[in-house]
């Protein structure tokens, strides 16, 4: 029987000033006892950077074909899909051959693990590569915001010019934003 997952929490207030999207709201979600602590950061940190009225957590820790998170649109399309760390690169052709039109982001922790992805898929040469980006994260600043973690969070959030300003609960960290294409 599988382990009981924590209950996680941030309260995101964003000001993505690049995008022209202000947001505030409770983003809640599990995290399974085998899920790394720098997993779950990345998911909600996938909040702040592709936000969308539309997000919601998909299953893609447990499920090997649903994403960390993804939007639709109110027809029922795929709008967005994002995944955090190195995903399960079937799972991802899979998704980009069944859409031309959604957004596909991927984030990495540092830029090792990004370039290991864009490695992996260039040797797959999945259809339609051109929707996907590919974000690192850099690891000095996952493993400051893993420090500052806890179980329940407020985060403030604002992206502008390209960076992204975070306050956790009263620390503040920034990095800068650098979306590369697939091809």
């Not at 983003?27 to 998911?43: G, K, W, Y």
């Not at 995944?83 to 959604?102: D, F, I, Q, S, W």
């Not at 306050?167 to 979306?179: I, K, M, P, T, V």
Request: aromatic share 8%.
């Amino acid at each position: 029987m599988p382990a009981s997952p924590f209950r996680c929490q941030v309260r995101l207030t964003l000001a993505d000033l690049d995008r022209h999207i202000h947001a505030q709201r409770t983003i809640a979600t599990a995290q399974f006892a085998d899920e790394p602590d720098v997993h779950i950061l990345m998911r909600f940190l996938a909040w702040v950077v592709a936000y969308d009225d539309h997000l919601a957590d998909g299953q893609g820790w447990i499920d090997l074909h649903q994403p960390d998170l993804w939007a639709f649109d109110l027809t029922g399309q795929l709008t967005l899909w994002v995944e955090c760390g190195v995903p399960p690169l079937k799972r991802l052709c899979k998704a980009l051959g069944r859409t031309r039109t959604a957004r596909f982001v991927c984030l990495c922790a540092g830029d090792r693990e990004a370039d290991h992805l864009r490695r992996a898929l260039l040797g797959e040469r999945p259809r339609h590569a051109e929707l996907i980006e590919i974000c690192a994260i850099p690891e000095p600043f996952l493993e400051w915001l893993e420090g500052k973690s806890s179980r329940n969070m407020n985060w403030a959030a604002t992206i502008s010019d390209g960076v992204l300003y975070l306050d956790c609960d009263g620390h503040a960290g920034s990095f800068e934003l650098r979306f590369a294409a697939l091809a």
